[in-house]
């Protein structure tokens, strides 16, 4: 989300300045890499890089591909065998043990529906998305490109000559039934079908100083940030300039300022616990998948005691969802290191993950695109 958003705002700025453009994805990795299909960086004509689609040893080469792109006005597939241990330039450098085929597109701006204006759509709501690249490897010089996206269950499809109807439907309803990327073989093309999850909202229910290193970290990763509390004299915007919204609020005020779906987190870190249990009280049974409560087990256990006495039942539903004392257990301190522990623990949960160390992961680190 947070790389798509940093491209179309670059791609909006090489426009006002008269800059030619190329968007670069990563369509289908065999074996290992940084980045999966899916990953984008933007080109200028002029060399200038938004985005990334390796760890940075394939972005000199893909920079000249692009600007090559840029000058013909074309699409290209560039495809990058990194499992060479001989290869000075990709092999050794990255030892990824992977192969990467990457597609150039040169951004035609009269088109209103190039590839940035459809991953701008993808993005404009708080709904998953699906965008649609095809690409040949056994014919490099027939590329379509990224010309597909289904948004609020509607397809925007600029050419249908690579898919029909059926298989369209069927793909789409596989990437958004799994929440995962396909990426499919019809005829002499393959189809990458790229599932874009809703932007990931966190509102933290308290605006102490402790709450400040969250909402910066929370930023670098994209998310909306909502700051809520019932402080005037915290709840300022000066306080939290990265912050998408500060509110000043009563609990019940608060679900009606935001719409809450399996996207929307809360973190409940007032220090007041009557304001951290009558908002508890308002979203225990609400779609969301995370509510980390700051303080110890007691105060957790204490809640339920409070929610059962007051008629609010509590099952194994919305257990699942409570996280209390808040964080990954990772040795934090002070509330710098809280924050990456609790946004740690967010992602992990979004992600379905339980947060093992890698080194002790015996499968792939990244989830395989399934392919069909």
């Not at 800059?19 to 990953?39: C, F, I, N």
């Not at 605006?207 to 969250?214: E, H």
């Not at 509510?291 to 007691?298: A, E, N, Q, V």
Request: charged residues 25%; aromatic residues 4%; negative net charge.
């Amino acid at each position: 989300m947070k790389e798509i958003k940093d491209i179309v705002k670059a791609y909006k700025k090489a426009h006002n300045d008269g800059l030619k453009t190329a968007l670069a994805t990563v369509v289908k990795v065999e074996g290992s890499s940084y980045r999966q299909a899916g990953a984008r960086m933007l080109v200028t004509e002029d060399g200038q890089l938004t985005g990334a689609i390796s760890g940075g040893c394939l972005e000199g080469d893909a920079l000249r591909k692009a600007v090559l792109a840029i000058h013909q006005k074309s699409k290209k597939l560039v495809t990058y065998d990194t499992s060479n241990p001989d290869d000075v330039e990709f092999g050794v450098q990255l030892g990824c043990n992977g192969i990467v085929h990457i597609l150039f597109e040169y951004i035609d701006e009269s088109c209103a529906q190039n590839p940035i204006h459809l991953l701008e759509r993808s993005i404009e709501n708080r709904m998953a998305s699906i965008v649609i690249t095809s690409f040949s490897i056994e014919n490099r010089s027939m590329q379509i490109g990224t010309v597909g996206l289904m948004n609020n269950h509607k397809v925007t499809l600029l050419t249908s000559d690579f898919i029909t109807d059926t298989e369209l439907q069927n793909l789409s309803l596989q990437v958004l039934e799994k929440k995962q990327s396909v990426l499919s073989k019809i005829s002499s093309s393959e189809i990458l079908l790229q599932y874009i999850s809703p932007q990931t909202t966190l509102l933290i229910a308290g605006a102490g100083n402790d709450v400040k290193p969250l909402v910066e970290t929370a930023y670098i990763l994209g998310w909306k940030t909502i700051v809520a509390d019932g402080r005037a004299t915290h709840a300022l915007k000066k306080r939290f300039p990265t912050a998408s919204e500060v509110i000043l609020s009563k609990p019940e005020e608060i679900i009606h300022t935001i719409e809450i779906d399996e996207a929307t987190v809360f973190v409940l870190m007032t220090h007041n616990y009557n304001y951290d249990l009558a908002l508890l009280k308002l979203i225990i049974d609400q779609p969301t998948q995370y509510i980390g409560l700051l303080g110890p087990k007691t105060k957790l256990n204490r809640m339920l005691e409070d929610l059962k006495n007051d008629g609010i039942g509590v099952g194994e539903k919305e257990l699942s969802k409570l996280y209390g004392p808040v964080g990954m257990d990772i040795g934090a301190e002070t509330s710098e290191e809280i924050a990456i522990s609790v946004i740690a623990e967010i992602k992990a949960v979004l992600s379905g993950k339980k947060g093992l160390s890698l080194r002790d992961k015996k499968e792939k680190i990244h989830t395989d695109i399934i392919r069909i």
